[in-house]
């Protein structure tokens, strides 16, 4: 599916501005241009996923937005055009892996943070099997990011004391066929580790 214009236009804006204050970028030829993908960042700030998306100029990358956020009818056309996927965070359950799902199926490129939430202390979180078990019930690879930069207040990065960074680290693909607890417990145990060894 090509990307809308409103998320090629904000794509271009949030790409400019973090330039501005000092984006670094590496490895981003990991990213596949087809196909289903996961894109698996760590998780620091409200910043991350339009930083992720706007960095990823081969394609759309689809993102879950809190539910609560679709109910203004201007801003849920705004978020569905920037290819955020509403999601019920009281309870996430089976009906966003679904949607998920569906989007991997079909071939789109979907951003899941492993740790589920922010780490406001700026340490890894543990993972949550969900990601594991969508790439597994996928088949489909996932590419490790790691995220720097984002934890540091915004006077920070006027002042280019601190660089927004980025690192994608080569696809990981499930070598599992059965997408049970254990297993995605085990594949997104080995996501985390290799977002950890992208530092």
């Not at 949550?128 to 006077?155: C, N």
Request: charged share 20%; aromatic share 10%.
């Amino acid at each position: 599916m090509k990307a809308p214009i409103p998320y090629k236009v904000g794509r271009v804006l949030f790409y400019v501005f973090y330039k501005i204050l000092g984006l670094r970028i590496d490895g981003l030829e990991n990213v596949p241009e087809k196909g289903g993908v996961i894109i698996a960042p760590n998780h620091r700030s409200n910043y991350d996923p339009p930083l992720v998306g706007c960095c990823v100029k081969s394609r759309a990358v689809y993102f879950l937005a809190k539910k609560g956020l679709f109910i203004n009818k201007t801003v849920s056309w705004v978020l569905k055009s920037v290819c955020a996927i509403p999601v019920d965070t009281d309870n996430p359950g089976i009906k966003t892996m679904r949607k998920c799902v569906n989007f991997l199926k079909e071939g789109e490129a979907v951003m899941v943070f492993p740790e589920g939430s922010r780490s406001k202390t700026n340490e890894f979180l543990p993972g949550y099997p969900g990601v594991g078990y969508l790439s597994i019930r996928t088949q489909v690879p996932v590419v490790p990011v790691l995220i720097t930069g984002t934890h540091e207040s915004m006077l920070n990065h006027f002042l280019r004391k601190t660089p927004f960074t980025l690192k994608f680290g080569s696809p990981l693909y499930p070598v599992h066929e059965k997408a049970n607890m254990k297993n995605s417990a085990e594949f997104t145990e080995k996501i985390m580790e290799k977002i950890k060894g992208l530092a």
